[in-house]
């Protein structure tokens, strides 16, 4: 059980496009996932927190309006790198709490989407 | 906040070498958790902790909350090639992040054949 899919699992797109990342809780609900940040041989920098039903919360110096997080049901939440630079190039993860969502429930995470941006 | 040590860095073993590795935190966590990353994919969690002094195995994985709750150590038995990955810590304490984990910087095991 509490199993989370996301994809694409890589994308490479141009300079000045959008991208959508999608993230699923496969077997649960999920009311709350969290979607990470991670660069080569470094741990998870957590981005935001995305909340169903109501707006995402950022972490302090990430851009909302360049990370746009919905969260329309309970299995699924997005995000979308808009207008992305080279820079923007990374690994991104999305998890949920397991079933319940209880708060001392371990996180469980997606696969990771590789993004390249040229 | 909390800040996780978590050590060590690297390691470079021959295969069936037993490892070990650990975390410690200048706050009392509630959780501990391990997960395992391997190249190009999500963290998978391999055992989660809730109690002090508790130990926990998965297969030849075992891992123990410390006592003081604020260390944790992982230790893996007879070390096979597919144990090759990063190694992650976190903890869970009141005040932590808005998804409740501290993570360590992880531990990039290297087996040799």
């Known amino acids: 059980g509490a199993v989370v899919s996301q994809h694409p699992s890589w994308v490479i797109c141009k300079s000045g496009t959008s991208v959508k990342i999608e993230c699923r809780s496969l077997?649960?609900?999920?009311?709350?996932m969290f979607w990470y940040r991670q660069f080569p041989k470094q741990s998870l920098m957590l981005m935001a927190t995305?909340?169903?039903?109501?707006?995402?919360?950022?972490e302090q110096g990430v851009e909302k309006d360049k990370f746009l997080i919905n969260h329309a049901s309970l299995t699924l939440s997005t995000l979308t790198v808009t207008s992305a630079h080279p820079e923007d190039s990374s690994f991104y993860i999305c998890?949920?709490?397991?079933?319940?969502?209880?708060?001392?429930?371990?996180?469980?995470f997606g696969n990771g989407t590789r993004l390249t941006v040229t | 906040g909390q800040q996780l040590n978590q050590s060590p860095q690297s390691m470079f073993i021959q295969e069936g070498e037993d490892v070990s590795m650990n975390c410690t935190s200048s706050?009392?966590?509630?959780?501990w958790l391990w997960y395992k990353q391997d190249p190009g994919e999500g963290p998978v969690l391999l055992i989660a902790?809730?109690?002090?002094?508790e130990l926990t195995s998965n297969g030849r994985l075992t891992a123990q909350f410390g006592i003081t709750r604020k260390d944790s150590f992982l230790n893996i038995s007879a070390s096979i090639p597919s144990d090759v990955g990063i190694y992650f810590c976190?903890?869970?304490?009141?005040?932590?992040?808005?998804?409740?984990?501290?993570f360590g910087k992880g531990t990039h095991l290297i087996i040799q054949p």
């Open positions: 998890s949920a709490r397991g079933t319940g969502g209880l708060y001392n429930s371990p996180l469980h």
């Open positions: 077997d649960f609900q999920a009311t709350t």
């Open positions: 995305s909340n169903e039903g109501s707006k995402a919360t950022y």
């Open positions: 706050s009392i966590f509630n959780t």
């Open positions: 902790l809730y109690k002090a002094g």
């Open positions: 976190a903890g869970r304490a009141s005040g932590g992040g808005a998804d409740g984990l501290t």
